[in-house]
């Protein structure tokens, strides 16, 4: 495996791969990798003749009052469990070398990226796709792989790359979860061990809102205030966005029918958590 820090090196590396007509799977990251990054990981490594890893805490998707100095950055973990999944490009660049002096350029994706988190967090969505778009320009993977549990990101990439006729496949990955049911995120280690215990409510609160639906019922604004009522009885989280909508835009949805979202977004002290399940009515 080698670890790429420059983009001169990473276009040295893509030339040879693409004369050889390999294919490249691509996985997206900020580093400190878990068990979600890992099963993209796998996916692709299954998928394709090259994996393609970037680690970089990317500056321009953190709000000014957010945590980019206190995110993870094991650097050296993060390399040994990438060579553990036969990952064979780490391209993880300076800030420098991705947003040299005079970077003027962002790319945004308008509509979507203005609620839920994009409401909560402005600015973090442009942060996002101009990255993304960077990246994949540079990288010229195949197929792009993605989480579920980041859903709204998803489905705005997916969007992006449809607009710029950008020639990747999108593939969105299962949420990974831990036993308890809480969602993998690298921002679950802020958590406190009282806020550990109480994390778990979301899905469980996320699983009665489906549960509520199977069993048939469409009124989206019950199922939304079912789902607020369990995590405010159950912990100390405070509430941010809970949504019932449209799975493929997001779209509101207030009599269920078809493919639904419930996606929510509750802070844990300074710790923001987000999750979604989706659900065929
Ligand atoms: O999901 C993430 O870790 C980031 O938002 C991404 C896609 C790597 C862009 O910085």
């Not at 402005?122 to 980041?150: A, C, M, S, W």
């Not at 469409?218 to 939304?224: D, G, L, M, S, T």
């Not at 205030?225 to 912990?235: A, G, M, N, V």
Request: aromatic share 6%; hydrophobic share 40%.
């Amino acid at each position: 495996m080698r670890v790429v820090r420059t983009i001169g090196s990473l276009r040295q590396e893509i030339k040879k791969i693409k004369s050889r007509e390999k294919t490249i799977g691509f996985v997206p990251t900020m580093g400190a990798l878990h068990e979600g990054h890992l099963s993209l990981i796998r996916k692709a490594r299954r998928e394709n003749d090259v994996v393609m890893v970037s680690v970089f805490v990317n500056p321009k998707q953190f709000g000014p009052k957010e945590d980019f100095q206190a995110y993870p950055r094991p650097e050296k973990k993060d390399i040994l469990l990438a060579k553990d999944e036969k990952v064979d490009i780490i391209f993880h660049p300076s800030e420098k070398e991705m947003y040299p002096t005079g970077f003027l350029t962002s790319i945004s994706v308008e509509g979507i990226t203005g609620i839920l988190c994009g409401a909560s967090r402005p600015g973090h969505f442009r942060g996002v796709t101009t990255v993304v778009g960077k990246l994949l320009n540079l990288i010229e993977p195949d197929i792009l792989y993605l989480g579920q549990k980041d859903a709204q990101q998803a489905i705005v990439i997916k969007r992006m790359v449809a607009d710029l006729n950008l020639p990747v496949t999108v593939k969105i990955c299962p949420t990974i979860r831990d036993d308890d049911g809480l969602a993998l995120s690298s921002r679950n280690q802020y958590l406190t061990p009282d806020q550990q215990q109480e994390a778990p409510i979301l899905f469980r609160a996320l699983k009665i809102g489906k549960k509520n639906i199977l069993n048939g019922e469409r009124n989206a604004a019950k199922i939304v205030d079912c789902i607020r009522k369990t995590i405010t009885k159950h912990s100390k989280g405070k509430v941010d966005y809970i949504v019932c909508v449209n799975a493929d835009t997001l779209a509101p949805v207030e009599w269920i029918k078809g493919r639904i979202m419930l996606a929510l977004a509750v802070k844990f002290g300074q710790t923001r958590l987000i999750d979604n399940i989706v659900v065929r009515a």
